[in-house]
T-cell receptor, first 109, second 112 residues
Framework: GENVEQHPSTLSVQEGDSAVIKCTYS??????FPWYKQELGKGPQLIID?????GEKKDQRIAVTLNKTAKHFSLHITETQPEDSAVYFC????????FGQGTELSVKP | NAGVTQTPKFQVLKTGQSMTLQCAQD?????MSWYRQDPGMGLRLIHY???????DQGEVPNGYNVSRSTTEDFPLRLLSAAPSQTSVYFC???????????FGPGTRLLVL
């Protein structure tokens, strides 16, 4: 079955810097790659997603890139703000949605 | 729309007890899933369903049962609770395979 590895597990940046979170997946049949943000005490919420026929997608300060050959995808957050502090999860799907282990992002003012 | 709702929010069980975690959605989503979240291990898929009457196992199905008699409801049953099942449980639903998955608020379960 699908296996998703996510790195780093924790990430600390200064406000205004960029943050990058990377994931790799094992099943070449996976064709949908969403990213979720989870704030303390809440369920995860979708922030951006990308499908296998697209290499890059951007939404304001957030972008995701996909390299199907290498089976990895990344989340890029630019101009980070304190409210970006949260746990971020990547996931991969070709039916079942399988998640990575999560990255705790801390943005210091 | 209420979205995805879960009950109870918090539960304490003794080892060997059984219980059902309730999940309901009012978005007419075909796909529903149960995850457990443990520190450092992310969200692990327990069971999922692609429609009423259809269920399948996820990554960590042992000790849990599910059924899907209606589109709206997807209960998770713990037959004989064990301390290893102490976790936060999330129910989720989505309209299609590549649709946005919506999560419920979670159920925090403590097994003593």
């Amino acid at each position: 079955g699908e296996n998703v590895e996510q790195h780093p597990s924790t990430l600390s940046v200064q406000e205004g810097d960029s943050a990058v979170i990377k994931c790799t997946y094992s099943d070449s049949a996976s064709n949908y790659f969403p990213w979720y943000k989870q704030e303390l005490g809440k369920g995860p919420q979708l922030i951006i997603d990308i499908r296998s026929n697209v290499g890059e997608k951007k939404d304001q300060r957030i972008a995701v890139t996909l390299n199907k050959t290498a089976k990895h995808f990344s989340l890029h957050i630019t101009e980070t703000q304190p409210e970006d502090s949260a746990v971020y999860f990547c996931a991969a799907s070709q039916g079942k949605l399988i998640f990575g282990q999560g990255t705790e992002l801390s943005v210091k003012p | 729309n209420a979205g995805v709702t879960q009950t109870p929010k918090f539960q304490v069980l003794k080892t060997g007890q059984s219980m059902t975690l309730q999940c309901a959605q009012d978005m007419n989503h075909e796909y529903m899933s149960w995850y457990r979240q443990d520190p450092g291990m992310g969200l692990r898929l327990i069971h999922y369903s692609v429609g009423a009457g259809i269920t399948d196992q996820g990554e960590v199905p042992n000790g849990y049962n599910v059924s899907r008699s209606t589109t709206e409801d997807f209960p998770l049953r713990l037959l004989s609770a064990a301390p290893s099942q102490t976790s936060v449980y999330f129910c989720a639903s989505r309209l299609a395979v590549q649709g946005t998955q919506y999560f419920g608020p979670g159920t925090r379960l403590l097994v003593l």
